[in-house]
């Protein structure tokens, strides 16, 4: 059973620094493309950005370049979100998802979520 | 970055009535156009990939439609199970986007 399992619920404060992962079980990790999502509390889902495990080729929405960063290991088949600088306003629920097949985008099975509270 | 404009925003719907949701997108994207399905405190669920093509495992009242510039989502039948949020998706430019989202809920 293809799989994505992503880290536990974060409550940080702001300035602090956060990195959340997704883990895939089930496939070829380093074949499918990883996408990350945002979705703010009662919002739209945001998507912010994509990763190739296979070479770490990444893609951003100029919404999110700069603020966050994607990272991939691998050698465990775990892809990465991380910020450096958390705001409240990064306070979401996070998804990651795999892509169809490497040559498109779209994403067909989902991670459970991150939960990211930044509070001071 | 191509916007998606889904209409309606919220539709209040009877069980067994049939529901359609348009996507419109700001230019051609083919059929690069994906439908989600997201229940409350759920990850969103694929339910339509490539404007029509059906995935396994989701109910056959769930079909699309579309191609180019306009997409449609169609429930037939709703059912009470049917209560969600659904976003389309298009995957033919990076950045990739999301509709608004359309909530459907059950009277």
Redesign the interface.
């Known amino acids: 059973e293809v799989q994505l399992v992503q880290s536990g619920a974060e409550v940080k404060k702001p300035g602090e620094s956060l990195k959340i992962s997704c883990k895939g079980s089930g496939y070829s990790f380093t074949s499918y493309w990883i996408g990350w999502v945002r979705q703010m509390p009662g919002k739209g889902l945001e998507w912010m950005g994509i990763i190739y495990p296979g070479d770490s080729h990444t893609t951003y929405s100029p919404s999110f370049q700069g603020q966050v960063t994607l990272s991939a290991d691998k050698s465990i088949s775990t892809a990465y979100l991380q910020w450096n600088n958390l705001k409240a306003s990064d306070t979401a629920m996070y998804y990651c998802a795999r892509s169809y097949s490497t040559n498109d985008y779209g994403m067909d099975v989902w991670g459970q979520g991150t939960t990211v509270t930044v509070s001071s | 970055?191509i916007v998606l404009t889904q209409s309606p925003d919220f539709q209040s719907v009877t069980p067994k009535e049939k529901v359609t949701i348009t996507c419109r997108a700001s230019q051609s994207i083919g059929s690069?156009l994906?439908w989600?399905q997201?229940k409350p405190n759920q990850?969103?669920?694929?339910l339509i990939?490539?404007a029509s093509q059906s995935?396994s495992g989701v109910p056959s009242r769930f079909s699309g439609s579309g191609s180019g510039t306009d997409f449609t989502l169609t429930i037939n039948s709703l059912e009470a199970e049917d209560a969600a949020?659904y976003?389309c998706?298009q995957?033919d430019s990076?950045?990739?986007?999301?509709?608004?989202?359309t909530k459907v809920e059950i009277k």
């Open positions: 970055e690069r994906h989600y997201q990850s969103p669920k694929l990939k490539y995935i949020a976003y998706h995957s990076v950045p990739g986007t999301f509709g608004q989202g």
